[in-house]
C-alpha cells in the first residue's frame, strides 16, 4: 500500500513542493552529518563562507556604517552573536572581537569547520543522487533559482541589505 502523503504531494503546487525538497535534503544531511547542528547553524555556517569572500566583506562593513546603532541594533547584535558562539564552542569558528575592517566582530571558519561544510556539500550531492535528480532536473531548478532570485533580491536592496 503506497504511503498516505504520496496522495497528498501529488496533488500539491509547485511552491509547497519546493519545501518539501528542501525539508528532505535537510533532513538528509543532519542524519549523516559527522555533527550534530541545527538547520539554523548550518545555514549560518554556509553564510560565514560565503561572507569571507572579499566583496561580501566590503559590503557588511558598508551596511554597517550605514545602521542606526540604537539599543534596539545593539540587542540584535547581541542576540546574532550569540547564535555565533555556539558554532565557536563547537571548533567551528572564530569570532574576532576585534576586526580591522571596522565592524564590532567577525567571523572564520576553522579547519574544523571548512571540514564540516565539505561533507555538508558532498552530502548534499549524495541526497541529490539518493532522490534522483538528473542533470535536466538540475538545470530546470537552476533557470527557476535564477528566475526567481530577482524577487528576494530586489527585497535585500530596498532594505539596504540590513536585515
Known sequence: MAHPH???ISKMDAPALVGIIEESKMTYVRDNLSIHLHESQIKLLKNIKKHSKPHHAKVRVKQYEKAE????????????????QKLEKKGLIQIDMEP?????YDCSLTDKGQEILTEICYLEHDWAETVGITDSDAE???RLALDSFEISYKHKKKQGFIF
Open 6 to 8: 504520496k496522495d497528498a
Open 69 to 84: 546603532k540604537t539599543d534596539l541594533f545593539k540587542l540584535h547584535l547581541d542576540l546574532y552573536l550569540k547564535k555565533y
Open 100 to 104: 580591522e575592517n571596522g565592524l564590532p
Open 140 to 142: 530546470v531548478l537552476k
